[in-house]
């Protein structure tokens, strides 16, 4: 039972930066796992990055060196740190929750049960 809302979200050139924040509410925002997805119109949900309470991550190879996933327990806040931004990096990006004794795969969709609203970002030319 936990309330998600991500902001930060907006347009920027291609190698610019965005940091997305997703602010948690309810339950315990450090005893969960936190993932970021994004999804476009050409591309179904994806799994981008993740962290579960222990600060462990786990990011897709196409991020990897570019983008950075931490966490402020004290805030009940996660970040995305997103650099060097490329024009297939727009889409919806999403956070999620899950506990972690679910929590079997960061990257997982499947595993997460608590999602927020969703922020655009659009990277142009």
């Known amino acids: 039972q936990v309330q998600l809302v991500e902001s930060g979200g907006g347009s920027v050139e291609t190698g610019g930066s965005l940091r997305l924040s997703c602010v948690g509410s309810?339950?315990?925002?450090?005893?969960?796992?936190v993932g970021w997805f994004r999804q476009s119109p050409k591309k179904e949900r994806e799994g981008i990055a993740g962290i579960n309470s222990h600060g462990w991550t786990k990011y897709i190879e196409s991020v990897k060196g570019r983008f950075t996933i931490s966490r402020d327990n004290a805030k009940n806040t996660t970040y995305l740190q997103m650099n060097d931004l490329k024009t297939e990096g727009s889409a919806m990006y999403y956070c999620?929750?899950?506990?972690?004794?679910?929590?079997?795969?960061?990257?997982?969709?499947?595993?997460?049960?608590?999602w927020g609203q969703g922020t655009q970002v659009t990277v142009t030319s």
């Open positions: 999620a929750a899950t506990p972690y004794s679910r929590c079997t795969n960061l990257l997982e969709k499947n595993d997460y049960d608590s």
């Open positions: 309810g339950l315990s925002f450090s005893s969960e796992c």
